[in-house]
């Protein structure tokens, strides 16, 4: 006899003995009874085919033998639509067939509803693919809203400001800062008492802070020779604007040479024609000794002064003198818009070509002028040599230049928008106004052509070259007076300095 049960016979365990009155529906159970086990195959079916779903490789369905965990003999249990009660069982034996089972198809957790299938039996049941989670809506709170906005406006300002900053920072020159000279480490103290009189301790003060500078001129590798002194400790280095023009416009090489005989590649920060001024970035610089700067408007005119250069191309010389003159207006340059007026200190002090933006120094050890030119007796320009006549750059005007150079690249001069003579014969004891351009502060002013300036600011004034010169002692937005001759009447003035960059 097989070990499969017949559908018609029952067990004294599986008989039920509770039966519902006729016409009353049968309960469907929907976990196993206790003790049931299958019986037999679908009686609605034929064959009754055995089911190859959850069956183990190599043993049919109800194949005697030993117990495997989660399996039970006998063949699979019977499906019906997924929603309705199985087949009615046939009555036998005085009693009801025990229905299989049915086990619901689970309706929640992670795996789609299938309402067209139940699965029936003990399992292992196959499952549907995964869907993904189900989403779920949540009320979002109002405060969540403003939150955002205000946190997406915080971070577009800092995102501006960080990109204004770095736009800065990409923008701005080399060497350059904002703060100008006091944002760099200066010399502040002089090195030596004002009344020690000895040039050998000047001397030995100052060379450490002397460089001489080689440039590029048109074209020609080392073709211009200057000297130069260290301003700071972060490398800058100052020297004639002339000196290093050809190298700055071409993007030649220039060279810093201590005092040690060390050679350092130099860049130009910044330059002023029209003030004669550069100053260079100096690489491997910043362990040079700065000098100091003093003043020259407490000069007297035969204070002793030294100068510092590289006349002729000889590094680390020292020449003494006199200060000759104050105030000296003097202009360099070969051309009108090369040319640069300057109020300078003259001196008696042996200053040649290579001399140029060399220092001048008083006794105490302090910068008190920049070596810019000479006067020749003759000869070609820059050939001739020295006959006791050369002027500097006074340190004041240098201090407001180099800070201007530091703090943008750039210097301005103050101009009042008006053509003067500067040559020949004139008619009267002042600057002769040639041309007054339209919406400059001459015009302004009431200056007309004709008009003659005899003094700015009680300065007297004797040409065209010592008005530019007074004027550019001056600084841009500045209001000076000048007093002006007009069909032999005098009447003062007041102008307000307009800039321009040069």
């Known amino acids: 006899m097989s070990d499969e049960h017949r559908p018609d016979e029952q067990t004294p365990d599986e008989q039920v003995t509770d039966q519902p009155e006729p016409g009353e529906p049968r309960d469907e ?6 003790g049931w086990r299958p019986t037999g195959a679908d009686p609605t079916s034929e064959a009754a085919p055995r089911d190859p779903v959850a069956q183990p490789e190599g043993r049919p369905y109800g194949a005697p033998g030993e117990d495997r965990p989660g399996m039970l003999d ?4 019977h499906r019906t639509p997924y929603g309705e009660p199985p087949a009615p069982q046939p009555q036998g034996g005085g009693g009801r067939e025990a229905a299989a089972p049915t086990v619901p198809y689970p309706t929640q957790g992670p795996y789609p509803q299938q ?17 993904g989670p189900t989403a779920v809506a949540r009320r979002i709170p109002l405060w969540i809203w403003p939150a955002v906005a205000c946190l997406a406006l915080v971070v577009g ?14 923008s701005a020159r080399p060497g350059t800062n904002d703060n100008g000279l006091n944002g760099v480490r200066t010399q502040t103290a002089a090195p030596l008492e004002v009344d020690n009189g000895s040039v050998a301790a000047v001397a030995q003060a100052l060379l450490p802070s002397t460089v001489q500078i080689v440039a590029e001129l048109d074209g020609q590798n080392n073709g211009a020779t200057g000297s130069g002194f260290v301003l700071d400790r972060e490398g800058h280095v100052v020297t004639n604007d002339h000196v290093v023009a050809s190298a700055a416009e071409d993007d030649g090489p220039i060279v810093v040479i201590d005092h040690t005989g060390d050679r350092h ?22 362990d040079l000794e700065p000098a100091a700067l003093g003043a020259s408007q407490v000069l007297r005119v035969g204070d002793p002064v030294i100068a510092f250069g590289a006349p002729l191309g000889l590094s680390q010389t020292v020449t003494s003198g006199i200060v000759s003159a104050l105030n000296r207006p003097v202009t360099t340059g070969q051309s009108e818009d090369e040319s640069s007026y300057i109020n300078a200190v003259q001196t008696d002090a042996a200053i040649n070509p290579g001399n140029s933006g060399g220092p001048l120094v008083n006794l105490a050890g302090e910068v008190v002028g920049v070596n810019s030119a000479i006067a020749t007796n003759g000869g070609a320009p820059g050939e001739a040599g020295n006959i006791g006549v050369g002027f500097a750059i006074p340190i004041e005007q240098v201090r407001t230049t180099v800070d201007q150079i530091l703090r943008t690249g750039e210097a301005e001069y103050p101009v009042i928008g008006a053509q003067v003579r500067t040559g020949g014969e004139t008619d009267a004891n002042g600057a002769t106004i040639t041309e007054v351009m339209p919406d400059t502060p001459a015009e302004r002013a009431g200056l007309e052509k004709d008009d003659v300036i005899t003094a700015v600011d009680d300065q007297p004034v004797s040409d065209g070259i010592a008005l530019i010169v007074a004027i550019r002692t001056h600084l841009p937005g500045e209001t000076v007076e000048m007093s ?5 009447e005098e009447r003062v003035v007041q102008v307000e300095l307009d800039g321009k960059v040069g």
């Open 29 to 34: 159970p929907t976990q196993p009874l206790a």
């Open 115 to 131: 309402p067209d299938r139940a699965y029936f039996g003990p399992g292992p049941y196959p499952r549907p693919p995964y869907a």
């Open 157 to 170: 300002i800092l995102g501006g400001l960080a990109g204004g900053a770095i736009q800065d920072e990409l």
């Open 484 to 488: 002006v001759v007009r069909g032999g």
């Open 265 to 286: 590649e130099a860049t130009v920060v910044g330059r002023s024609a029209v003030y004669d001024l550069a100053v260079l970035s100096v690489k491997g610089a910043g």
């Open 74 to 77: 006998g063949p699979p249990p």
